[in-house]
Structure formats: structure tokens, C-alpha cells
């Protein structure tokens, strides 16, 4: 399945995040347990934020190819959304870190966040939120 969710303006999103501040996983996390206060209490054991880390890497990996060619991500989401559920993230707050990442992103950015990306990001999130199993 190929996406019409415009991928350029999502990559420079990404690469300029990347270039203005090194590793996004603080960033990313500080507003999740913003906007998700009860969900910090599941990383007590990652102390050395290895496992929030490579979380972030993998949901951001999955955009990619979710913009691009939609290989494994649909199929990994909902994977995820189960593997998660157990944990005790219910649905809706793991679908939700797809807008937290945006809302980091755009808050480091500034005016450097352009139009466009925020056009892409919000194609991404509505076709992220088509795939859920609740739209299956
Ligand atoms: C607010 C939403 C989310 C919360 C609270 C959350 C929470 C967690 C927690 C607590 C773990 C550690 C599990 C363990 O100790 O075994 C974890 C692992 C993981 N999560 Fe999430 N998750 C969220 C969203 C997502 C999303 C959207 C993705 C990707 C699509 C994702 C991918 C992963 C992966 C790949 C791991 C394994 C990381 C590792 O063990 O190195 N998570 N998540």
C-alpha cells in the first residue's frame, strides 16, 4: 500500500529536529508525561532510557515507512496497539504519542515549523488513526 500523505515536508520535520537538537527523546517524552501524567509511572525501570529510546526510534522508523511505502507499519501499529494494551496503555493514549511526537516536534522547531509540515503532520495523524483496529 503506498500513502498519499505528502512524506517531504514529515522528513524535513525529522532532519531538522535531528540537526537543531541531537536526540528527540527527551523532548518527546517531557510531553507525554504532560499530556499523559499517569503513563510516566511505566518507565520507573528504564532508567537509563534505553527502552524510551528505542520506543521512539521504532515509532519513528514506522513513520517513515508509513509515509513512504506502508511495508510493515500498518501490521507493526497494530501489533504494538495489543503488545501495549497488555502493558496497560489503553488504545487511544498509544495512538495518541503519534501527536505527542508532532506536538514536540513543532515545539522545537518554532518558526522553523513551516505550513506544510504541519499540513503533513496532520494528514499522517488522520491516516495514523485510519489504520487502528477500531477502523478495520
Ligand atoms: C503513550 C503511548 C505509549 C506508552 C505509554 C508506551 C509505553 C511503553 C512501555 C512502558 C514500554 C516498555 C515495555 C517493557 O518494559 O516491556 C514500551 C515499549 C515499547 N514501545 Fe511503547 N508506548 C506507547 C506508544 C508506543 C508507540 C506509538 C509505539 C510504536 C509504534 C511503541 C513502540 C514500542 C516498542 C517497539 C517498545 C519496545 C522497546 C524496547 O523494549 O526496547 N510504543 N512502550
Do not use: C
Not at 514529515?10 to 536526540?23: H, M, T
Not at 518527546?28 to 534505553?50: I, S, T, W
Amino acid at each position: 500500500m503506498t500513502s498519499h500523505i505528502h512524506s517531504e515536508p514529515i522528513l524535513q520535520s525529522l532532519e531538522l529536529v535531528a540537526e537543531r537538537v541531537g536526540d528527540p527523546t527527551p523532548l518527546v517524552y517531557a510531553e507525554l508525561f504532560r499530556q499523559q501524567p499517569e503513563m510516566e509511572a511505566m518507565f520507573v525501570n528504564d532508567r537509563d532510557g534505553a527502552v524510551r529510546g528505542h520506543m521512539l526510534s521504532e515509532a519513528l522508523d514506522g513513520i517513515l515507512d508509513f509515509v513512504d511505502e506502508r511495508k510493515y507499519a500498518d501490521n507493526m501499529i497494530r501489533a504494538e496497539i495489543v503488545n501495549h494494551e497488555n502493558l496497560g496503555v489503553p488504545p487511544d493514549v498509544f495512538a495518541a504519542f503519534f501527536a505527542v511526537i508532532r506536538d514536540a516536534f513543532r515545539d522545537a522547531l518554532g518558526r522553523e515549523w513551516t505550513k506544510e509540515m504541519e499540513e503533513a503532520w496532520k494528514e499522517l495523524l488522520v491516516a495514523l488513526s485510519e489504520t487502528l483496529p477500531a477502523h478495520a
